[in-house]
């Protein structure tokens, strides 16, 4: 069946570095790939996403960068800041509906 | 724009009662509603996805006569979990997807603040 994988689970940074999360999908028709952040008890909010006819896309200190071929996403945050800090989901999928990765926790000490 | 509400935000019923949960999209019209569930720290599980005038669609291990989903209207889509039992204690999300016009188009999910259900 369809299944996004995704890591890592955990990621700590300092304040102003980087942060980096990768996700693989298996299936081939998914053409539609979201970044969504849920900070603690609260909803899911979309924060980027990416088509399949685009490699990359970008929006201030957040981007999203697709390899159709290798079936692989990756959400990059430059300069990050503690509130930041939050669960991160990528998602892929169409229309139809979409199948979450497993989460990664992003920790931003100050 | 684009905002979904649910209700209720909690709740906690006995077991072998039934709970239902209403998801509703307030400033647009949405043909096609999704249910998850989402343990503790963990990922969203589609459940079902619920089209307007039609029946559900049931992922893959999920009773479809334990979680009875409606959408009588473009607005509105519930979810009744029947005859609870605490296993079905969890956090239920649901989301709206939009429709053509919206900025995300036909493919962004706008999501509820979901229902926590405790079955005691």
């Known amino acids: 069946g369809e299944n996004v994988e995704q890591h890592p689970s955990t990621l700590s940074v300092q304040e102003g570095d980087s942060a980096v999360i990768k996700c693989t999908y298996s299936?081939?028709?998914?053409?539609?790939f979201p970044w969504y952040k849920q900070e603690l008890g609260k909803r899911p909010q979309l924060i980027i996403d990416i088509r399949s006819n685009v490699g990359e896309k970008k929006d201030q200190r957040i981007a999203v960068t697709l390899n159709k071929t290798a079936k692989h996403f990756s959400l990059h945050i430059t300069e990050t800041q503690p509130e930041d800090s939050a669960v991160y989901f990528c998602?892929?999928?169409?229309?139809?509906?979409?199948?979450f990765g497993t989460g990664t926790r992003l920790q931003v000490f100050p | 724009g684009a905002v979904v509400s649910q209700h209720p935000s909690r709740v906690i019923c006995k077991s072998g009662t039934s709970v239902k949960i209403e998801c509703r999209s307030l400033d647009f019209q949405a043909t096609t509603m999704f249910w998850y569930r989402q343990f503790p720290k963990k990922s969203l599980m589609l459940m079902a996805t619920?089209?307007?005038?039609?029946?559900?669609?049931?992922e893959q291990g999920v009773e479809k006569d334990k979680f009875l989903i409606n959408h009588a209207s473009l607005t509105l889509s519930t979810l009744t979990v029947t005859s609870a039992h605490p296993e079905d204690s969890s956090f239920y999300i649901c989301?709206?997807?939009?429709?053509?016009?919206?900025?995300?188009?036909?493919?962004?999910?706008?999501f509820g603040p979901g229902t926590r259900l405790t079955v005691t």
């Open positions: 619920s089209n307007e005038g039609s029946k559900a669609t049931y």
């Open positions: 299936d081939s028709a998914s053409n539609y």
């Open positions: 989301s709206a997807r939009g429709a053509p016009g919206l900025a995300g188009g036909r493919y962004e999910q706008y």
């Open positions: 998602a892929a999928g169409n229309t139809d509906k979409l199948i």
